[in-house]
């Protein structure tokens, strides 16, 4: 009887306590899935308004919509089997039971109907089967303009490997007499503007929906407490989500939102995108174009009116204990791990997307706003940036890597409580079906062969045994049939491309004293370790390996113990190579972007890899 009472005394206390105590800033251990620059092209995709089916596919006898292998290896991401991986990361995340998933933008290849409908079946599909909750936020791939434009790709795979134009209207296209498909003209390759894509998502967090606790946009008028799915409905209207962009009083949608999808989380999605209209234009909704580098500056110039809210979101997550994630397109922090100087040393200041490193006020202006975890997209990387600032303000911009380019992952960040979060990184390796298009390359490399062209790429890539290595096989393409021609000054290209592990251990300097059994390795392989590095942080130092990184290391330190005016003085190769190794060094010596826990109290990062080893 004793016991009976005591128990229910203590009921009671917690109850009255309970009544009495704010609500928990957010359930323990939630976690959020964040997926960038997926760049869907829906394979499968029907062209709704034509007759043309794609080609038959010998291996399923279904047709598809695809790109040329010619082509994906020359870009900076794979059109076709990112679908697969795609898939392949949605079922990984519906098996660890992850309801809420991000995208930070370009989650289509570039905003066409047919890969918006793709996606949009996907995702409700999953939605309905898992329970999943999908928030998207705009990239400049969707929408590329903010209204729907003209459009066509000419790298379309066709019949017996040879190459197909699919256009939106007539007379975009100049045929070429080496065109042996006629051009296929549907409006599905359009690229849909601000509009059309964010109805035709609607569902993934560009609107309210009832089951959210709360939505908000930058030009909301209701507050909190007043909070209903009506009013914010009405609000929501896009016609209402525009901001003057000039001094003609010309507006621009703005289409950036704050979601509460679960007690006591708020998510915050920044529309990154600053399009500017031309000075001799006066019909904006179709001229106006992206500005494109230095994002967040654009941002701070041209959409004060995003910072101001910003401001606002800060102090009334803080007024009501609300846990605020901010996510967006675009970094906040330089990705380069402090090596941007130098690389503009060695690349010049126009290379290297050197452009697009974020300057050093983007930082300060959103931590002293109060945002203290950002996640973006954009550069294809993965990479953690933190910054400190003396007031006590921080920011941490965690870059989360593409499904479509090296290293292939997603980031899922875990809420274990409101001064601790997890950010662990799942790579993508075992995908199924990412070889299923393979017949038909083989179709277009012997096409290839026989018309004579040059610069083929490699057939060996055929051979991947894994979506894992034909990610990897992307990046050795990318490099040896873009970047190296784009990107390097010619002659210490040449001198690297000549180069192996031990001549580059002489030219930095090595003595008789210090053995060289291994080595064993060229220099075109330490240049796709650099980009590696560059694209995967602590990720491609695993896939390097150790033997290999204690080379760099060696190379590294003869290297950088050279006095500068010494370096100085010698050659032009001298004076590249010294500053290449600067720009290794640092890629090597960079925050945790793997596993990692973030202090949120104190700002600072534990690589949670070496303390589990430790």
Known sequence: MHQKVSNVFLVLVLIVFGLGCKSPSHPQNTQIAFLADVHLNDIYGEFEDCHYKGILNPSNQKYVNIRTMKSQLHSTRIFNENYFAFRAALDDIAARG????????????????????????????????????????????????????????????????????????????????????????????????????????????????????????????????????SQAKKQSAFNQRTYVVDSLNRTLPDVSYLVEPVDGIWLLALDGNVFLPSDSDDDVFTKAKLKSGGEYSNIIKYKKHMITWVEKVVKESKRLNKTLIAFSHYPMIDFYDGAADDMKSLFGVNKMQLFRVPDEEIAAVFAKAGIKIHFAGHMHMNDTGVRNYEDGSFLVNIQVPSLASYPSAYKILTIKNSDEMDVETVKLDSVPGFDELFPLYEKEYSYLQKSGTSGIWNKDILNSQSYGDLINWHLNELVRLRFL????????????????????????GNSDSIQSQSYNWTGFDMLVDFYKLLNADQIAIDEIGGERINDYKTIISLELNKSESVISEKDTIAVDFHNYIKVFNKLLQSEPSDDFSIDLHKGILLDLKESSVN
Not at 164 to 185: A, C, F, H, R, W
Not at 494 to 508: E, H, I, P, T, V
């Open 98 to 229: 992850i309801k809420c998933v991000v995208f930070p933008g370009d989650f289509s290849d570039d905003g066409q109907p047919y890969n918006v409908r793709g996606l949009k079946n996907i995702l409700t599909a999953y939605k309905k089967a898992y329970g999943i909750e999908f928030l998207a936020i705009t990239g400049n791939h969707d929408p590329v303009a903010p209204y729907t434009e003209d459009a066509g790709k000419t790298d379309f795979l066709g019949e017996d490997g040879k190459n197909q134009v699919v256009m939106s209207k007539e007379g975009l296209y100049s045929p070429k007499s080496t065109d042996e498909n006629p051009v296929i003209i549907t409006n599905d390759i359009k690229k849909m503007g601000y509009e059309q894509v964010v109805k035709s998502l609607d569902a993934f967090g560009f609107y309210p929906q009832e089951e959210y606790k709360y939505w908000e946009s930058p030009f909301s008028k209701y507050k909190y407490e007043e909070y209903n799915y």
């Open 485 to 508: 021609k784009k990107d390097w000054p010619e002659d210490f290209k040449d001198f690297m491309l000549k180069s192996n592990g031990k001549s580059l251990l002489r030219f930095a």
